[in-house]
């Protein structure tokens, strides 16, 4: 193929940016967006916020090992759809987060995530998420892809 | 497959209860039906462990890039190529996630489709710059990936000199200390710089950072070079019911050494009757009694957002927190939107003047002064443009009278206006 021909055949980029959150959202988020009350504490790992409306969410947080295989992909979306209401977030820090509707899904979820060897916990005063920057946590994950190794991290 | 690397130092990182990302490659390796991924996991796993062994990294950048952009892939090319062919190319795509990092299980899986038919089977959500990371992709496979995503909704973040993918936290979505509308906000200052992301032509990175209060949860006051954080103008409220209930719940002396003494300006003040007196203009809204007494306490009605510039991690100058440029703004309208907007490109236009190569913002504000930034991007000086809170009552009164004759003078005038 010539080179004019290769540039022909690709195709332009559509520059839509940062995507809509609010499609991905679990629909009591979005249903009282900006009218939460407040918030408790169940257990670790566990949050309950209440709005205005009287709408409760429960949310399950879960450490990961934060390089995912698809693998580990799709048990978290496995484990989501079964005994979640199909709606993730993650945590800056990495952390997975399953929202719910209802109190009574909050138990089979923990036992679910935990039997599979995803710790929950990370919310108020316990061990969160240990985190590295692909060239941080230097003598790990930069052998995996960062040159930078050991250099400090100027984000 | 060709034989099994031997791993011995990496299955180390497979002890303890936390889950292993070697035990993850390593499933990629064993369980997954594609060869070309058990390859490449199997090389990446060799190449690893001969990293552990030697104590070295053999990772070397370059140019890779996707058909009409300048950024947003990680180009890694092997140094030991030749000994761990299938991971010889190994570059990560920045992909920018939703706004606070919401995704429903059916489109994680359709990512994760994509990835597998391209890629390695690898990702992270998200790297510390706030995008989804696809690590491992070949040369080719890199515009392969991006199309089919790009088709679907997803567009590669900012990698280099250039704006990159913002982060907000999860703010007006499920809580209840969320001040501003930090979805709008990000998607707003981002979308407008979208070229700026993919085109890389500016001094050296921008950040842009969205926190809904103070408890600033996306920490960008120390890594934005623009971070705009929530917070209120008027009282706290302070619903007295609550704060007796929590009272009688936890004990006085729970309360007084939990909350009350941990005030850094001792604002607070438990009253005989177990209700709470706030001194609210002393308030410098460290979130603490927000945050032990939720059901209590919560920010006020008149909500904005402040504006700090040039927070970032070490580099020419050690780390900088970011100071405030904006003490207050509303942000309702679109009419406010577009100032923040046109602040934002304001900064960014000087900055791309006047920064040095490779120097962020908030190292050229302290090479050519706060002063000198602050008239290049038309800000008015303002006394309540703090660095820290005061915690010593000395001042320095040199200049005093002229500053005041001008401080009053202006506020004549814009009383006029």
Redesign the interface.
């Known amino acids: 193929m010539s080179e004019q021909n290769a540039?022909a055949a690709?195709?332009?980029?559509?520059?839509?940016?940062?995507?809509?959150?609010?499609?991905?959202?679990h629909p009591v988020?979005?249903r009282n967006?900006?009218q939460?009350?407040?918030?408790?504490d169940p257990r670790p790992g566990v949050l309950k916020?209440v709005a205005h409306s009287g709408d409760a969410?429960w949310?399950i947080r879960a450490?990961?090992?934060?390089?995912?295989?698809?693998?580990?992909?799709?048990l978290?979306?496995d484990i989501?759809?079964e005994y979640a209401d199909?709606?993730?977030?993650?945590?800056?820090r990495?952390n997975?987060e399953y929202?719910v509707d209802k109190e009574s899904k909050v138990g089979p979820l923990i036992v679910e995530l935990e039997k599979n060897?995803?710790?929950v916990g990370g919310t108020k005063k316990f061990c969160g998420n240990d985190?590295?920057?692909?060239g941080?946590v230097a003598?790990?994950?930069?052998?995996?892809?960062?040159?930078?190794?050991c250099e400090?991290?100027?984000? | 497959m060709a034989d099994k690397h031997n791993t011995p130092m990496l299955d180390e990182?497979e002890h303890g209860?936390?889950?292993?990302?070697i035990?993850?490659?390593k499933?990629?390796r064993d369980?997954?039906p594609q060869e070309r991924i058990s390859n490449m996991?199997n090389s990446?796993l060799g190449?690893?462990e001969h990293?552990?062994e030697t104590?070295?990294?053999?990772?070397?950048?370059g140019t890779v890039s996707?058909?009409?952009?300048g950024s947003g892939i990680?180009p890694?090319f092997s140094e030991v190529g030749d000994a761990f062919p299938e991971s010889r190319e190994?570059h990560?795509l920045r992909v920018?996630?939703?706004?606070?990092?919401?995704?429903?299980?059916?489109?994680?899986?359709q990512l994760?489709e994509s990835?597998?038919k391209h890629g390695s089977?690898?990702?992270?959500?998200?790297?510390?710059?706030?995008n989804i990371?696809f690590?491992g992709s070949t040369t080719e496979n890199t515009?392969h990936f991006?199309?089919e995503i790009?088709?679907y909704?997803?567009?590669?973040g900012g990698a280099g000199p250039c704006v990159r993918?913002?982060?907000c936290c999860?703010g007006?979505?499920?809580?209840?200390q969320?001040n501003i509308?930090e979805?709008k906000i990000?998607?707003t200052l981002?979308?407008n710089f979208?070229?700026d992301?993919?085109r890389p032509a500016l001094p050296y990175k921008f950040k842009f950072k969205v926190s809904g209060c103070p408890n600033d949860?996306?920490?960008s006051i120390e890594?934005a070079d623009c971070a705009i954080i929530g917070t209120w103008r008027d009282d706290m409220k302070v619903d007295q019911e609550e704060v007796k209930d929590f009272v009688e719940k936890k004990g006085r002396k729970y309360v007084i050494d939990n909350v009350i003494t941990r005030c850094p300006t001792n604002c607070l003040s438990l009253k005989d009757d177990d209700t709470l007196e706030v001194d609210n203009r002393n308030c410098v809204k460290c979130m603490h009694c927000l945050n032990v007494m939720?059901?209590a306490l919560?920010p006020g009605d008149d909500k904005g957002a402040t504006i700090l510039m040039g927070g970032?991690?070490?580099?020419k100058v050690g780390d900088l927190m970011g100071t405030v440029v904006v003490p207050f703004m509303k942000l309702d309208t679109e009419e406010d939107y577009e100032k923040l907007t046109e602040l934002a490109e304001e900064t960014i236009d000087f900055w791309a003047e006047n920064g040095l190569e490779h120097e962020r913002c908030g190292e050229m504000i302290e090479r050519i002064g706060l002063v000198n930034f602050l008239d290049g991007i038309g800000l008015e000086v303002d006394p309540n443009m703090v660095a820290d809170p005061t915690t010593s009552s000395y001042v320095r009164m040199d200049g005093w009278d002229d500053e005041a004759e001008k401080w009053f003078k202006e506020k004549l005038q814009a009383a006029e206006a």
């Open positions: 540039q690709n195709r332009p980029p559509i520059e839509t940016g940062c995507p809509d959150a609010f499609q991905y959202m988020m979005r967006y900006g939460w009350a407040y918030h408790e916020h969410i949310t450490g990961t090992q934060r390089i995912l295989d698809v693998t580990t992909l799709n978290l979306c989501g759809d199909g709606y993730v977030r993650f945590t800056i990495s997975i929202m060897g995803f710790v985190i590295s920057y692909t941080l003598l790990r994950y930069s052998w995996n892809r960062c040159i930078r190794g400090s991290y100027d984000g | 990182l209860p936390w889950p292993s990302f035990s993850g490659i499933r990629l369980q997954h996991a990446l190449q690893l990293s552990y104590r070295k990294g053999y990772w070397k950048g996707v058909f009409g952009y990680i890694r190994f990560t920018q996630p939703p706004a606070g990092n919401y995704y429903s299980t059916s489109m994680l899986r994760g990835w597998e089977g690898l990702q992270t959500f998200h790297g510390q710059t706030g990371m690590i515009q991006f199309d790009n088709e909704g997803w567009d590669l993918t913002g982060m999860v007006a979505a499920r809580c209840e969320s509308d979805i990000h998607r981002l979308n979208t070229d992301v993919h949860c996306v920490n890594r939720p059901k919560s970032k991690r070490t580099l």
